[in-house]
């Protein structure tokens, strides 16, 4: 309760023949929908978990992983861009 997930950053990068650069709006799209995608299957698997943490632990283990979802997110259009 009071606790909410990141907001996925619609200003993230990949690396195109050698140089970064913004996503385009379809991998933007992509991304913010992927991540999206994630969170709700992280919270529906942790959900009883969250519910029992103190409100500042139940933060700290959200950023935790939300970070790592991103970055899986960010890896997959990557991934794209490379092909």
Do not use: C, H
């Amino acid at each position: 309760k009071g606790v909410f997930m990141p907001t996925p950053n619609i200003t993230v990068t990949v690396k195109e023949n050698g140089e970064r650069r913004k996503l385009s709006r379809e991998e933007a799209y992509n991304y913010q929908r992927n991540v999206g995608q994630m969170y709700r299957t992280w919270i529906e698997r942790n959900s009883d978990r969250l519910l029992k943490m103190k409100p500042d632990d139940a933060a700290d283990f959200i950023d935790k992983n939300a970070d790592r979802m991103r970055r899986d997110a960010r890896e997959k259009i990557q991934q794209k861009v490379r092909r």
